[in-house]
């Protein structure tokens, strides 16, 4: 099977947790994020993530490929039940156009897969810029604003249940509360408390996720 993502996608980054947590065996492909032919050939429509069965078969929508591949793989990889999520998501949406602004234009100068060629890159920033309502130099000019609302953010975060606490498990509340705070992890100067770190990287070991720190501008 094969799993079409982008790499600094959050949504994306859901289906890949469950699958590495489950020990699935499948295909990673980077899509170029200007590639509307492969999604508009497997589901209609432009969109990541795509999960291409071995029959051929293929679908969308990173929480229903979430569920569908946690009845698959490893059986003693459980997934335990949400609930706890609330206080995250309220926070996130909160800070959601500081999270923006610091974070779509470091993801294009990471240099991710996604973003190998010209036009890829163009068709991101173009769609970006517009939904910031600025250029990215402008929202790198302006870090230091944008840093301070998120640390404020960050700094008040209730602490996640670890994994270390469930038998080294994982729960669906980890598919909502983990990928932002890894894309935040390419933020120079952003400071995460200790309690988050040790989310992270339980999170991180367990599902293979990659974090961006040593990347962080």
């Given at each position: 099977m094969r799993l079409y993502i982008y790499h600094h996608c959050p949504f994306c980054l859901r289906a890949v947790m469950v699958a590495n947590y489950k020990d699935i065996d499948h295909e990673t492909v980077f899509l170029l994020n200007d590639d509307a032919e492969t999604g508009q050939r497997l589901i209609g429509a432009k969109q990541v993530p795509i999960l291409e069965k071995d029959d051929g078969s293929a679908m969308a929508e990173s929480l229903d490929i979430a569920r569908y591949l946690a009845t698959l793989g490893n059986?003693?990889?459980?997934?335990?039940?949400?609930?706890?999520?609330?206080?995250?998501?309220?926070?996130?949406?909160?800070?959601?156009?500081?999270?923006?602004?610091?974070?779509?234009?470091?993801?294009?100068?990471?240099?991710?897969?996604?973003?190998?060629?010209?036009?890829?890159?163009?068709?991101?920033?173009?769609?970006?810029?517009?939904?910031?309502?600025?250029?990215?130099?402008?929202?790198m000019r302006e870090s230091g604003q944008h840093l301070q609302i998120v640390q404020g953010m960050i700094n008040s975060l209730p602490a996640p249940q670890l994994p270390s606490d469930h038998s080294h498990s994982i729960s669906w509340d980890d598919l909502l509360i983990f990928p932002t705070l890894r894309n935040l992890s390419m933020v120079e100067g952003l400071n995460f408390p200790p309690h988050l770190m040790h989310y992270l990287n339980e999170i991180d070991s367990l599902c293979g996720a990659g974090l961006y720190f040593d990347q962080a501008l």
């Open positions: 059986e003693q990889r459980i997934i335990r039940d949400g609930g706890d999520s609330q206080p995250f998501s309220q926070a996130y949406d909160g800070a959601s156009h500081s999270i923006s602004a610091l974070f779509y234009p470091r993801a294009l100068a990471l240099g991710l897969p996604e973003f190998m060629c010209d036009d890829a890159c163009h068709y991101f920033r173009v769609k970006k810029e517009s939904a910031l309502g600025m250029s990215f130099d402008q929202a």
